[in-house]
């Protein structure tokens, strides 16, 4: 199964601004969303960069990976 792990801007510029701490990964599968501090990824992934065809999320750069995600945090 494929997932996508994305690094959520929004999310960062809330949490400095108002001094929360929500997490700003988002581990996504065709079936669910998840948010994170940390992950770890065993084995092999890919760092994708594509500004002209963005996430619709809106995510420029993301993480792709077929093999298993851990959520540390």
Known sequence: MKTIIHVNQHVIKENRKTGSNKPVLTI????SNTYAHEVEIEGSSKVVYRPDNPLSCGAH???ET???VRILK
């Open 28 to 31: 996504k599968t065709y079936k």
């Open 61 to 63: 750069v993301w993480i």
């Open 66 to 68: 077929e093999n298993k």
